[in-house]
């Protein structure tokens, strides 16, 4: 890593960058508050009619399939063409990969597309749209067989993409080189949607750094940090996420430098 995390905080907070969200309907309103208690700009456009419009503002776009319909997905396609003619970083959250043969389909539509510049999901997502064999329970990861590193690297060699794995400890790959960012809070997995804010915090980095392997590995230290200081006060799932988002917003570099867990596989 070439620069500290909260480098790249500071720029988002300074530069508020636009981030054009396709998502999940059982989240949506978590990724907006996301985005904005880091700094960012939030957008959440769904119609077919306006978002290559909405793409001409962004800074980044954040495609999740985690509630799909078809028309959603074609939103998705457009959207992400708009944004490749324009090079701004697409990524695409494989929520629910895995789970069902339509979302499997619909999955590599989009990633056959040719316009998706970061991967994210959990162990059994990314092993399902590598090409390995694996059952995701809804949207909650389920069993893996094989090497998690080295499924994630040569799915980011054939895609040409950025590779973001989450879990206990989150992994980032481009194909050649893997971190791992081992911040983050148990907690985490009792609170819905915060696996799609993750993939709304990366987002919003991506946004200021062209280099999107260390916007990945920064945005998930960043987010598991504050997991992290959320936990230390919370009474359960409720008043963590309420923490959680304070403690973003209040996130410092002392804080980081001290508490921030990247290192390379």
């Not at 619909?106 to 590598?130: P, Q, W, Y």
């Not at 570099?253 to 596989?265: C, D, E, F, M, N």
Request: neutral net charge; aromatic residues 4%.
């Amino acid at each position: 890593m070439t620069a500290a995390p909260y480098d790249l905080l500071d720029r988002v907070r300074r530069q508020k960058p636009v981030v054009h969200h396709i998502t999940n309907w059982v989240s949506i309103y978590d990724c907006a508050q996301v985005v904005k208690s880091i700094g960012g700009s939030p957008v959440m456009a769904h119609a077919r009619e306006e978002v290559a419009d909405m793409v001409q503002i962004a800074s980044a776009v954040v495609l999740n399939i985690g509630t799909l319909t078809e028309g959603l997905v074609e939103s998705m396609k457009i959207a992400s063409a708009a944004a490749r003619k324009r090079g701004l970083p697409v990524l695409l959250d494989v929520c629910g990969a895995g789970a069902t043969s339509f979302r499997n389909q619909k999955s590599f539509e989009l990633l056959d597309s040719g316009t998706i510049s970061i991967i994210k999901g959990n162990v059994s997502e990314i092993a399902r749209v590598s090409g390995a064999s694996a059952r995701t329970k809804g949207v909650d990861a389920g069993e893996v067989e094989g090497d998690l590193a080295h499924l994630a690297e040569k799915l980011a060699r054939e895609r040409a993409v950025t590779v973001v794995v989450t879990g206990q400890v989150d992994l980032v790959t481009d194909g050649g080189t893997t971190w791992r960012v081992a911040n983050g809070h148990s907690m985490m997995t009792h609170v819905v949607g915060t696996g799609c804010m993750a993939a709304s915090v990366i987002g919003a980095f991506a946004a200021v750094e062209p280099a999107l392997p260390l916007a990945a590995a920064s945005a998930l230290a960043c987010y598991g940090v504050a997991a992290e200081l959320a936990a230390e006060t919370s009474a359960g799932p409720a008043t963590f996420k309420a923490r959680l988002l304070d403690a973003l917003y209040a996130l410092d570099a002392g804080t980081l430098a001290r508490r921030q867990k990247i290192s390379v596989v």
